[in-house]
């Protein structure tokens, strides 16, 4: 199952302006790279990371000696076994029952293709690693999901927000090419 969601009892997701302008600590002249047809403009300073069960993933720079995360996206796709626009696959994850509570969703208009996003953090941390936001970026293409899956720091996810914003909408699945 593709489905990860919030839990019925989450408090309503606050609302959040994630300010576009906001200036990049990241020059975004990177190249732009391609895996298994996909197509994103990585920042400079970004590394490519080799990871299992991935399109492709790639993580910023540490920022200091004492930051050890890394924060990052990873791009993911999963069967739908038919055709589901951006906005169905948003309800739907957003209806599903989990550990997890919606703090943050929207668009991302300026992407190439049609996007939603959704921010997710877990109700209750049980280890040091739950304090992480999980913002889901999602598009479909014919009968998959596309995941462009962004993990930050619960004190700067909406910090990187327009950084990884600005890298989303460079994404390009092989059929818009």
């Known amino acids: 199952m593709f489905v990860v969601g919030c839990s019925e009892q989450a408090s309503q997701p606050e ?12 020059s975004f002249n990177g ?4 895996a298994d047809g996909y197509t994103i403009r990585v920042p400079d300073g970004w590394e490519i ?6 399109i492709l993933s790639i993580r910023s ?11 990052n996206i990873r791009i993911v796709r999963y069967p739908l076994g038919r055709p589901h626009t951006v906005e169905e696959v948003l309800k739907r994850q957003k209806s599903d029952t989990g550990r997890f509570m919606l703090i943050g969703e929207g668009r991302v208009d300026e992407a190439r293709v049609p996007m939603t996003w959704m921010a997710l953090t877990p109700q209750t941390p049980q280890h040091d690693k739950d304090d992480r936001v999980k913002i ?7 009968n998959e999901l596309v995941v462009l899956v962004a993990m930050a720091e ?3 996810w909406k910090r990187y927000m327009p950084i990884f914003r600005e890298i989303v909408s ?8």
């Open 15 to 26: 609302s959040v302006e994630v300010p576009v302008d906001t200036p990049a600590k990241t």
């Open 31 to 34: 190249e732009e790279i391609a």
């Open 49 to 54: 990371v080799d990871e299992e069960k991935t």
């Open 154 to 156: 619960r004190n700067a």
């Open 61 to 71: 720079p540490l920022e200091d000696g004492n930051d050890t995360f890394g924060e």
């Open 170 to 177: 460079t994404f390009q699945p092989p059929s818009h090419q």
């Open 136 to 142: 889901d970026f999602m598009t479909t293409q014919g």
